[in-house]
């Protein structure tokens, strides 16, 4: 009789427990359907200005339109997108809490930083909404036009060039980094708290080259305050059509862009990022948002969650290769 209660016991047990795990399976999908309910925040793991946060607050108030319910944009720098990204990874998984998904903050932040406890591929994608090409520039102080006469200046002199980039880590430290071992010069690197600091330490005169996307340097080009050297893209940019590519100057593996998504806490519903994917594109399609797209060198590009998921399967081993190979290191 005791051994028959203690079955009977056990098989409770084990019945509320399936019980409460299909509960929770049947309620996730209807909670889905009727996000959003209240305001959505979008974590950004850089300072205010530069490229990463001007497109996200770009498209912000359009898709919190099409969502119902506003975008707020919340700035969390540090540690190359490290403390926003292990915030979003932490918040509850129901559609309140994204991140924005750079190479910078998806991957080169993690590989820098193995003890992040977070894991790129356990985020749920939502989707890319942007890409973004890079240029190299020089200060106008240096007695250099082209691509070849600042390599040759800088093999003349080296260590005593300087160049300036974000956090440790980011998109434009990583690729002054490549462009010093693909060319095989010997340029100090200085990294400041974001593009807008190191743009202002270039203007100063304090470093003579930077990398980093039109809408940091596009102004300072057009006014003769930076000199275009290259442009990262495949094909020259309809912005600087007189700049020649990576492929132009003999430097094939120096093509290079990022893209700019959305990201989610492991664990989140399919269906959210399936409907903010329909609403990124409508958002994607509004003329306006094109135009302002275009003024920034970006294009306009919505992913699907799956062709996202696909993008980190296949880059983050990539890009936590290229900063071993690099030894980059943060201090």
């Known amino acids: 009789m005791k051994q028959l209660s203690a079955c009977i016991r056990a098989f409770l047990r084990i019945f509320l427990v399936c019980l409460a795990a299909m509960a929770a399976f049947l ?12 305001p959505i925040r979008v974590l950004i793991g850089f300072a205010t ?16 339109e099409y969502l119902g319910q506003p975008i707020v944009i919340e700035n969390r720098p540090g540690a190359g997108g490290v403390i926003a990204m292990e915030a979003m990874a932490n ?39 942007a890409k973004q090409q890079f240029i ?13 006469e600042f390599v040759d200046l800088a093999k003349k002199q080296p260590g005593k060039l300087n160049y300036g980039a974000s956090t440790p880590g980011s998109p434009p430290h990583m690729l002054a980094e490549m462009f010093k071992d693909q060319a095989g010069v010997n340029i100090f690197g200085i990294n400041y708290k974001g593009s807008v600091d190191a743009l202002q330490r270039f203007l100063a005169g304090d470093v003579q080259m930077l990398v980093d996307g039109y809408s940091i340097l596009g102004p300072l080009i057009t006014s003769g305050k930076a000199k275009a050297l290259l442009v ?44 903010m994917h329909a609403d990124m594109v409508r958002t994607l399609q509004d003329k306006q948002i094109i135009e302002a797209m275009d003024r920034l060198a970006m294009d306009a590009y919505v992913s699907t969650p799956e062709e996202l998921g696909s993008v980190i399967k296949v880059d983050w081993p990539k890009w936590n290769n290229a900063v071993k190979a690099a030894g980059i290191k943060v201090q």
């Open 27 to 38: 309620t996730a999908p209807a909670q889905a359907q009727s996000w959003p309910q209240k």
């Open 49 to 64: 200005g530069g490229p990463p946060d001007i497109v996200t607050r770009l498209i912000a108030p359009k898709l919190g």
């Open 91 to 129: 918040a509850q998984p129901d559609g309140y809490t994204l991140a924005l998904g750079t190479v910078g903050t998806l991957f080169l932040a993690k590989a820098l930083l193995p003890s992040a406890p977070y894991e790129p591929l356990s985020f749920v994608p939502v989707g890319i909404f």
């Open 136 to 148: 190299l520039v020089t200060h106008p102080s240096l007695p250099v036009n082209t691509l070849k």
């Open 232 to 275: 990262t893209s495949p094909k020259r940019m309809k912005k600087l059509p007189d700049v020649p590519t990576s492929l132009e100057v003999g430097m094939p593996n120096y093509v290079i862009e990022t893209f700019f998504s959305l990201v989610a806490p492991p664990r989140t519903p399919a269906a959210i990022p399936r409907r």
